[in-house]
């Protein structure tokens, strides 16, 4: 459900009088989610992320926009800085700059990435009963193992 523009930045406005209210500051994200509900109406989220910036929110976001031109419009009408969360289909990282993305986040896609991985491998052992996947999962083991030294 998407609530009311006033009723959803009254809810910003109480969250953010808690974010920096305290000893910690907090960031708070203003977060219009009309595009992953299905409501392509870019001037309604524009307007809750404006509405959202009034009420204290420190970074805004509109999951599901992507779009360069979307984005370029959406950034000249607010004056906090901007998330995108990468999807299929998102531009790369430079380009998203460009038009003003200050900031890229991945939601769980770094997770679907290793259950794919994980997927395939299951697969080749129960259809081919082969290893190859060693080869492919000894490099990521390779590249993580200094991660987690302790040194």
């Not at 998407?2 to 960031?27: C, F, N, P, S, T």
């Not at 959202?52 to 906090?80: K, M």
């Not at 800085?81 to 700059?97: F, T």
Request: charged share 20%; glycine share 10%.
């Amino acid at each position: 459900e998407i609530y009311g523009i006033d009723h959803a930045a009254e809810r910003v406005a109480a969250a953010a009088e808690v974010a920096h209210g305290g000893r910690v500051q907090l960031v708070l994200t203003g977060r219009a989610e009309n595009h992953i509900h299905g409501v392509q109406d870019l001037a309604d989220t524009i307007v809750r992320l404006q509405r959202y910036q009034e009420a204290g929110a420190d970074v805004l976001f509109a999951p599901g926009v992507t779009d360069l031109a979307d984005l370029r419009l959406l950034i000249s009408e607010v004056d906090r800085p901007v998330n995108v969360v990468a999807r299929p289909g998102c531009p790369p990282v430079a380009e998203l700059a460009e038009v003003g993305v200050r900031r890229v986040s991945v939601g769980s896609w770094f997770t679907y990435a290793a259950l794919g991985a994980l997927v395939e491998a299951a697969s080749e052992l129960r259809d081919h009963g082969t290893f190859g996947y060693l080869d492919r999962a000894g490099i990521g083991f390779q590249t993580a193992l200094p991660a987690f030294d302790g040194d």
